[in-house]
């Protein structure tokens, strides 16, 4: 009885190296005609290097195991077999047919392809196991180990960039870190619960979605391409933005991507999770702002004040003019009770007396209750410019 | 790496030996991991179960090895038998059709002989170099002598000479030879003779002039001067470290019937040329002479000619530069208007135009101008810019097949390996095609080397001065093209090296005026160009093919601009007929379409497959016949990166070109592309569909076969997938012997039984009758 298990990756290309002469030449058209006979060339373009006979791969990683005690003359009346993978922190049943009784006459096997996704790195073993009964009713059994190494297929890593508003940029940056090729399928990002995503990876010209990767389509070994990913909180969920603190999940990166004859691979990484900056106790956004505005004319902006802590809050507004800011209206004016995770809009006039990129700044809450300042200064910048120009 | 992995299988099998001995003893379920270490698959430890089973195990594996295929005992699987059964009869099979083939194959040769007569140009000599009454009348009596001879041998050659070439008759020629004679049989007026063999086989000519008659003249490097005052030299002297070879030379007693044998057209020449351009015209011509005399022994001057047995036509090579040495007066007589400077011009052959046209670089032109401006005097040129090659190993004449049956399966089988090796063929180009047709490329290649070493370019010749003849360049060109078939890349890049970029001025032609008057041209075929070029990237320097192939490209676009522009391809001012110039282009265009695809295959080696797409694409240009085939070939190129649906659209644009078609061929690989999208989409079973609808088109079809093989193994059908390989093998052995086919039925061999070990020796057996040396025994993993 012959065990034997093979990995079964997928088969490749046999390519032949051309040699090619001319009429001419001394050998005449034998090299051709020596390459025109090799059944690996393809007939009519034999100097294409790429053929079409498939070989089967060099490493088929398989191995025989031999019941012992048999000869051809028995007759196998049963066979039990069954594999099992062991990674280091799990078991799992991979054969569908793990009770599959037959009757194993001389000579004959049984074959079987069990397709399973491997989804942990490190270290695997392959548990396979055979019990039989001879015909002379002893029982037998024997089992074997494989065991191999999983290697990581890609690195990736991930930047998150906190926008003014409360979108999230995610960066992702995926290197393929084997040794073939990759073509990446689908790379997407399955947002949590809390965000809608929007990919920022096609440049949209005429109605068609152009990959910003051009027409490479495919990772070179060790080639990193880097995906951008805007997530804006949902509605429902925009509410409480301000007040979300700490840890939050952002959702999960999923890769598929396919090699060798389409030899397909995934990969999804786990949650995300982003440390959502801390806005202390009381949040100041902007909700609007003119991105250019004419010197010493007087511009409106929108701010949003949340109470993020776990208070009420009594505010007083200060705005204080910086060397280019002049803010118009009432400093010191109360904005009355916050309550926690309640928020306010507030319109604000300004004017700016030097030309340029000029922050905003100076603007100042104090907690009436604890008689504490908060202080907010390059909420946002402005462009200045003289009205002249504007027109 | 299949070696590396044929090592590690059989560490396996070495392991699971030592385990099972180790658990000989050992009791029922017990279990035993052995880590071999790898990151692939290993085989671990194993166990079993009964008893003594152990040594019974390794005893039935003993036997089997042995008894299966002779025995039709019933206890051996009626399936393993009648497949062995099958590789035994295709054995049988096909030394039947060997026999009948080297009969068919030598009919051909014969015709290939009478053909490569007649194609060769021939090309005027000049005869400056017989200067004295002396040499004249040795000549004479040898002569003389061989033809008293000629009747003896049986097979007489008559002589029969064309008028072909103007000769260019210098001054300083007639200076030299003033009172030259003429034996009668080459008393007609021309420089050049064409043998026409009665037979099939022609004998070489005979000696027309002795090579005493060579003048060195001065050579510029000292190191030479030991060879000018012994112009002449034994054969035997020459330093020849293959045993084959001093077999030749070792003996000179012996040096006429052994040599004869050997040289019937090329001699050890050697002379070793001569730096002067005007002074190694002389060498080809002694190396012509000698040739004729076929016994090597130059030395000689009453040595009769002495053909050691009848050789199939005299190669072309010795035609090439064979002349008859004629008074000068009569040369001028028959080309009264060799004074006009067009006369040579006019009388090179268009076909060599455009074959050798090359454009030089601007300091080998320079070199190239001087020469032909300075016919009298010597030009110096710098030894860095000569070419100066040799073998730079000798004889790789080796049969693993052989080794390897030697080895599995006894001396007595060994015995009745029987392969061409270079002794058994005729020394000449006659002999070296039979030993490429018969794929005993080892044994071509070594025929080469001793062909080249007539030529004096044999081993430790390199550095050395040497003269280069279109034969002495076809020669290196074949056997660099074999080391690459061979895949042994290091040697032929060694003996690549000498040659430099392929632009140094010795390897024009205008180099030689005296040789080939009025013949311009690079020596160097233009296949041998695109051969060095190549060789870089099957050593891991794909850029600097890249860099060699766009110089190529450069210049075959700068010809295809000069014909454009109504000039001669090297951009010279000469008349081209408008047939000529259409031809002209028609070849230069393909000769950029092969530049273009080395740069595709290159840059897909390099697996920039971007780049390597578009090349591909600008191939169809240049090969707009071969688009189908370059489509589907993009295609798989995507499906091999994992793109499938860009490869889906190639093979759709394939459908639609060959719509147009309806061919057979095209129907079949509208059929294998959609076979292959089904490969790309894991579906092995549709594949598998489409691959055995290729075989109902074309039953023969070894690519389909062999896939379709494939797809069953993956689809868990061992047994089928095996029974379909084998019935492949069974019906054309001849085609189907092929390494990738070898290399899946023997990996299925070894995954399917124990006794892959005869498995494989039988198919040993088939390839032992079928393949020729150059056999790459790796694909049957018998480590």
Redesign the interface.
């Known amino acids: 009885l012959i065990f034997a298990v093979m990995r079964l990756t997928k088969p490749t290309l046999f390519t032949n190296i051309p040699v090619t002469c001319e009429e001419r030449d001394l050998p005449g058209n034998l090299f051709n005609q020596l390459m025109k006979d090799d059944p690996s060339t393809v007939k009519g373009a034999e100097t294409l290097m790429l053929g079409e006979m498939l070989t089967l791969p060099q490493n088929f990683g398989f191995s025989k195991l031999y019941g012992k005690g048999l000869d051809y003359l028995y007759v196998l009346q049963l066979v039990f077999s069954f594999a099992d993978l062991q990674t280091s922190s799990q078991r799992l049943n991979l054969s569908a047919s793990s009770a599959a009784v037959a009757e194993l006459k001389p000579d004959c096997c049984i074959d079987d392809v069990i397709h399973h996704e491997v989804k942990e790195i490190g270290t695997h073993i392959l548990v396979c196991a055979v019990s039989y009964t001879t015909q002379t009713g002893e029982k037998m059994y024997f089992r074997k180990f494989f065991k191999f190494q999983v290697l990581k297929p890609l690195d990736v890593k991930t930047k998150f960039y906190n926008a003014e508003t409360d979108e999230v940029f995610l960066e992702a940056q995926i290197q393929n870190i084997t040794t073939s090729p990759m073509f990446m399928e689908k790379v997407s990002l399955e947002p949590s619960m809390m965000y809608n995503v929007a990919e920022l990876n096609t440049v949209d010209t005429a109605g068609e979605s152009e990959s910003t990767f051009g027409t490479r389509t495919y990772l070179q070994p060790m080639d990193t391409r880097q995906y951008l990913y805007c997530l804006k909180p949902k509605q429902e969920f925009a509410e409480k933005a301000g007040v979300i603190k700490g840890v939050t999940v952002i959702g999960k990166l999923d890769i598929v991507w396919k090699t060798n004859l389409g030899e397909r691979g995934r990969l999804q990484t786990s949650q995300l999770q982003r440390m959502a900056p801390g806005y202390g106790d009381v949040r100041l956004s902007l909700e609007t702002i003119p991105d250019t505005v004419n010197l010493e004319e007087p511009f409106d902006i929108t701010c949003k004040i949340t109470n993020c802590s776990e208070r009420t809050m009594d505010l007083v507004l200060e705005m204080c003019n910086t060397n280019s800011i002049h803010w118009c209206g009432v400093s010191g004016r109360q904005l009355g009770k916050l309550h926690p995770s309640s928020s306010l809009h507030l319109a604000l006039t300004l004017l700016s007396s030097v030309q340029g990129l000029q922050s905003v700044s100076g603007l100042r809450l104090t907690d009436t209750f604890l008689k504490r300042t908060y202080e907010y200064d390059d909420i946002a910048q402005v462009c200045v410019v003289s009205s002249e120009i504007k027109q | 790496?299949?070696a590396k992995?044929a090592k590690s299988t059989s560490g396996?099998d070495d392991s699971?030996d030592i385990v099972?001995q180790k658990t000989q003893e050992e009791i029922?379920?017990h279990?035993e991991?052995i880590?071999l270490g790898g990151?692939?698959?290993?085989?671990?430890?194993?166990?079993?179960?009964?008893?003594?089973?152990?040594n019974?195990?390794d005893k039935?594996n003993e036997q089997m090895m042995e008894s299966v295929i002779i025995s039709d005992s019933p206890?051996?699987?009626?399936?393993?038998t009648g497949e062995l059964g099958c590789l035994q009869e295709i054995v049988d099979q096909m030394e039947a059709k060997d026999n009948q083939k080297t009969q068919a194959e030598a009919d051909k040769e014969e015709f290939?002989s009478n053909e490569s007569e007649t194609e060769h140009e021939e090309t005027p000599k000049d005869i400056s170099e017989i200067g004295t009454d002396d040499q004249a009348s040795l000549k004479e009596d040898s002569i003389q002598e061989a033809v008293k001879e000629e009747p003896k041998l049986g097979n007489n050659v008559p002589v029969e000479t064309k008028p072909n070439n103007v000769d260019e008759n210098t001054p300083e020629d007639q200076m030299l030879s003033p009172s030259t004679t003429k034996p009668s049989s080459e008393a007609e007026p021309i420089p050049v003779c064409t043998i026409f063999s009665q037979a099939n086989n022609a004998n070489s000519q005979p000696q027309l002039f002795l090579p005493d008659g060579f003048e060195p003249q001065m050579v510029k490097s000292p190191s030479f001067s030991s060879i000018i005052e012994t112009p002449v030299k034994y054969n035997p002297q020459v330093v020849q470290p293959s045993p084959s070879l001093s077999k030749f030379f070792g003996d000179p007693v012996n040096t006429n019937t052994l040599a004869s044998d050997f040289f019937d057209s090329f001699t050890t020449s050697n002379f070793i040329s001569v730096s002067n351009p005007n002074a190694s015209s002389s060498v080809p011509e002694q190396m012509s002479s000698l040739s004729n005399g076929g016994d090597g022994s130059s030395s000689n001057p009453t040595f009769p000619v002495q053909n050691g047995r009848p050789e199939a036509g005299g190669p072309p090579s010795s035609l090439e530069i064979t002349q008859s040495p004629k008074p000068f007066s009569q040369i001028q007589a028959v080309f009264a208007g060799s004074d006009d400077p067009f006369a040579t011009a006019l009388n090179m052959s268009e076909?060599d135009r455009r074959?050798d046209a090359w454009i030089p670089s601007e300091e080998t032109r320079n070199v190239l101008i001087s020469v032909a401006t300075q016919q009298y005097s010597t030009v110096f040129i710098d030894k860095e810019n000569l070419t100066m090659p040799g073998l730079k190993f000798d004889n790789i004449q080796g049969d693993a097949v052989k080794d390897l049956m030697l080895r599995f399966l006894g001396e007595q089988a060994a015995v009745k390996r029987q392969v061409l090796n270079a002794n058994s063929v005729e020394q000449s180009?006659v002999g070296?095609?039979q030993l490429?047709?018969s794929?005993n490329w080892r044994a071509a290649v070594d025929l080469c080397g001793r062909l080249l070493t007539a030529h004096g370019q044999g081993y430790k010749k390199s550095g050395l001065p040497a003269s280069h003849t279109t034969?002495s360049l076809?020669?290196w060109?074949?056997r660099l093209?074999l080391l690459?078939?061979l895949?042994l890349f290091q040697n032929a890049e060694m003996e690549f090296e000498p040659f430099g970029n392929l632009d140094q001025p010795d390897l024009y032609y205008e180099y030689y005026p005296n040789v080939y008057p009025g013949r311009k041209g690079s020596m160097v075929?233009?296949?041998m160009r695109?051969?060095h070029a190549e060789l870089p990237q099957?050593l891991g320097n794909p850029q600097e093919s890249l860099d060699r192939l766009h110089s190529m490209k450069i210049i075959c676009a700068k010809i295809l601009e000069n014909l454009e522009q109504g000039l001669a391809e090297d951009g010279s001012m000469t008349n081209i007929t408008q047939e000529n110039r259409q031809a002209s282009v028609q070849l230069w265009r393909s000769r950029l379409g092969?530049v273009m695809?080395?740069m595709a295959?290159c840059l897909?080696?390099m697996?920039d497959?971007?780049l390597a797409v578009d090349a591909?694409h600008s191939v169809i240009k240049y090969?707009p016949?071969?688009e189908?085939?370059?489509l589907?070939?993009i295609g798989?190129?995507f499906?091999?990166?994992?793109?499938?649906k860009?490869a889906e659209k190639y093979f759709q644009d394939v459908e639609k070109v060959t719509h147009k078609l309806d061919g057979l061929?095209s129907q079949i690989m509208v059929l294998?592309n959609r076979a292959?999208l089904h490969?790309?989409?894991?579906n092995f079973a549709e594949a598998h569909r489409f691959f055995t609808e290729v075989l109902k088109i074309d039953s023969s079809n070894?690519?389909a076969n062999?896939?379709a093989a494939?797809c069953l193994?993956?689809?868990?059908?061992?047994?089928d997938s095996l029974r379909q390989l084998e019935g492949m093998v069974q019906q054309d052995p001849q085609?189907?012997l092929?390494?990738?086919?070898l290399?899946?039925l023997t990996?299925?061999y070894?995954?399917?039984?124990?006794r892959s070990m005869q498995k494989k020796q039988a198919l040993l057996e088939a390839v032992a009758v079928k393949e020729g040396d150059s056999f790459n025994t790796q694909c049957l993993k018998l480590g």
């Open positions: 790496s299949s992995d396996e699971r099972q029922l379920f279990e991991t880590d990151d692939e698959f290993e085989s671990e430890g194993n166990e079993t179960v009964s008893e003594d089973s152990n019974f195990v039935l206890n051996n699987s009626e399936d393993d290939l076909l074959n180009f070296l095609k490429i047709s794929k034969d076809q020669l060109f074949v093209a690459v078939k895949d075929p233009f296949s695109i051969l099957y092969r695809y080395s295959n897909l080696m697996k497959y971007v591909y090969y016949q071969q189908p085939q370059l589907s070939g798989r190129i499906l091999q990166i994992g793109d499938i860009t061929q294998m292959f490969l790309g989409q894991n070894a690519v062999n896939n494939v193994l993956y689809l868990g059908k061992l047994k085609h189907y092929h390494e990738s086919v290399f899946n990996t299925m070894e995954l399917e039984s124990s």
